[in-house]
């Protein structure tokens, strides 16, 4: 019997709750679909995945079965099981099975096996990471960062709960049931939102800020890695506490019932917070299901309903329930509040809304705070670069797309046009072995395959935006903070970095770094305040300076300079300069916009002047509307 490797204690994690309960419910019933933990780095997110694994019961699987079958189900779709029915049976423990991102789908679905190909001659199947998984908890750490064609095999599969593979002169099935974590850190881009829906669960966690539970945390990392043996043994019966909770969730989940108000009470939680589709309808139910097994209840109740649409539309809605935990919860470990830690707290704004006193130089006697108003379409050509006729970084969609590269990730392999640059040895072997006619291994020209290298290619679009008292009046404010939000919304769909500069009083500041992340820009837009005098050169010279560093790193990278202002430049730079400036901008191949946000009866038209100064497209704010 395999011996498991002593890792940090599932119920030593301190805070955490809903996180933990979410993993759990994974587990009690992985038809949930997975669970997406989404935080920030070293906020417990792989320990807690890896605790999970040690406390689950070990299971019984027919001895030589290589996808560890454990249920009937599986036994049905499994080749060997269904072949050797009278096999003895042997226990095995569960564990994670980890799916790097540098993954290939052949790596994960299986393919042909080389070893067999060269000395025998013959096809034969070579299980990947989902037959590994079959069983066990399938995780994958920086699953927005994995081949988007890859997550969505992971998901399909995770769905039917089978692997089926047609590949060179190979079909073949096998189980692959498993529960599939998948975490990330929002600040390094997000998942598509068709990939986004396909996960059942997801957790928004942050680290947690009261000293005292910091520093119980640092004493319990400590001690475990002085004495893990022993540190394990001391939290050992808590864990065995949890693990029979979830055997015996188990046992109970099939007979659990839910009552037609209870489901009327899962489907109106999705129409109130306008969630598209059903499968957050479907996945409300499922989870609610396994949360009162949990509890040992054979009918679901409200809270249940509640706790479950919490965890289910977390990354379906654009406001979703916040958790609130039981009055009456008890923690045996920390004393501490942990609703902090188990909620994606988005920050609307300062109800403040005073619109700052200012005089003929713009400049206010108070910072404040306006909210943005709601977000629109926005024109399709608004962010989208000029065309050039070496482009090829672009689908119909406008999404960034993987481009051929000499020095990307290997992700395929194709036949070669001419001399191969670099051969794939692994495919040029299957493809010779499912040509052998003879059972030998015979290397010819039509075998041999190129590898397909690939990396990201896209645009970085650096918002410039003036929060100045000139652009203090309450509505116009509002305006632009919501048309950023929007265009923010654009890149998002697009696929795009995006940073966010302000200019204000005397300097500018990058509010955020370039990044794949527009949740992060928007909640950072949001709060933005409004205030000061208005140093536009400033923030061109401060945007200038992140568009230059970041395409040195990457040549490919495509920039655009979104400029929204008044025009109204009163800091800084004179007239003169500010013009000299704007023509060594436009000097440079950059794609420019200015967005107007002037308003009034009179209009001065500085920032028309500044497109012009800048060769940049003009376009009042206003009039990107779709």
């Not at 029915?85 to 095995?92: F, L, M, N, T, Y």
Request: charged share 30%; glycine share 6%.
């Amino acid at each position: 019997m395999a011996r498991r490797s002593v890792v940090f204690p599932f119920s030593a994690i301190i805070g955490q709750d809903l996180l933990k309960k979410a993993l759990i419910l994974n587990v009690i019933d992985p038809n949930i679909g997975g669970v997406l933990i989404r935080g920030e780095r070293g906020t417990a997110k792989s320990t807690a995945v890896r605790a999970l694994a040690q406390l689950l019961p070990e299971k019984e699987v027919p001895e030589g079965c290589p996808f560890g079958c454990s249920t009937a189900e599986e036994k049905a779709d499994c080749p060997f099981c269904s072949s050797n029915p009278d096999a003895p049976i042997v226990k095995r423990p569960m564990r994670v099975v980890e799916l790097p991102v540098s993954a290939t789908e052949d790596k994960v679905v299986g393919t042909i096996d080389i070893t067999a190909a060269i000395k025998e001659g013959k096809k034969k199947f070579e299980p990947g990471i989902l037959a590994e998984a079959n069983g066990n908890i399938l995780y994958v750490d920086e699953v927005n960062l994995l081949n988007d064609h890859i997550v969505d095999v992971l998901l399909d599969v995770a769905a039917m709960g089978v692997n089926t593979v047609e590949r060179e002169g190979i079909s073949y099935s096998h189980p692959s049931r498993f529960a599939l974590v998948g975490t990330m850190n929002p600040e390094e881009g997000d998942l598509r939102p068709q990939l986004l829906d396909r996960f059942g669960l997801c957790v928004n966690i942050e680290g947690i800020h009261d000293s005292k539970s910091r520093i119980e945390i640092a004493k319990r990392r400590r001690d475990f890695m002085r004495d893990p043996a022993g540190f394990y043994y001391e939290w050992k019966s808590r864990d065995e506490k949890i693990t029979e909770s979830i055997i015996q969730a188990k046992k109970i989940l099939p007979k659990v019932r839910i009552s037609d108000e209870m489901m009327e009470e899962a489907v109106n939680k999705c129409i109130q917070y306008n969630v598209d589709g059903h499968r957050a309808d479907i996945a409300i139910v499922t989870t609610a299901c396994a949360i009162a097994a949990l509890a040992n209840r054979l009918d679901v109740i409200k809270d249940d309903v509640d706790l479950a649409a919490v965890l289910v539309l977390a990354h379906r809605a654009q406001d979703p329930p916040q958790y609130q935990p039981p009055q009456d919860e008890e923690n045996e470990e920390q004393d501490h509040d942990d609703s902090a830690q188990d909620n994606d707290s988005r920050d609307d704004g300062s109800d403040t809304q005073h619109e700052p006193q200012r005089g003929d130089g713009g400049e206010p006697n108070q910072t404040v705070s306006m909210e943005a108003g709601k977000e629109f379409a926005v024109k399709r050509d608004v962010l989208s670069p000029k065309l050039r006729i070496d482009d090829v970084v672009r689908e119909s969609s406008g999404r960034s797309k993987e481009t051929v590269s000499d020095t990307g990730r290997y992700t395929g392999y194709r036949m070669p046009e001419g001399k191969p640059t670099s051969i794939a040895i692994d495919a040029t072997v299957r493809a010779a072995a499912a040509n052998s006619t003879d059972g030998h291994l015979h290397i010819r020209t039509e075998d041999i395959r190129e590898k397909i290298r690939t990396r990201k290619s896209g645009n970085l679009i650096v918002f410039d935006v003036d929060a100045s008292g000139s652009m203090g009046a309450e509505r116009r404010m509002s305006l632009v903070k919501s048309a950023i939000l929007s265009l923010l919304t654009d890149a998002y769909q697009k696929r795009d970095r995006v940073c966010l500069v302000t200019f204000r009083g005397k300097d500018a500041e990058i509010v955020v770094p370039p990044t794949n992340s527009t949740d992060l820009a928007k909640e950072r837009m949001r709060n933005v305040e409004i205030g000061g005098r208005t140093p536009i050169s400033a923030g061109l010279v401060k945007s200038m300076e992140i568009i230059r560093r970041e395409t040195f790193k990457d040549r490919s990278l495509r920039p655009i300079l979104v400029i929204v202002s008044d025009g109204r430049a009163n800091s800084g730079m004179v007239k003169d300069e500010l013009d000299n400036l704007c023509a060594s901008i436009a000097q440079e191949d950059i794609d420019t916009v200015v967005l107007d946000s002037e308003s009034g009866f009179i209009k001065l038209g500085m920032a028309k002047h500044l497109s012009e100064s800048l060769c940049a497209r003009y376009m009042e704010l206003e009039s990107i509307r779709l």
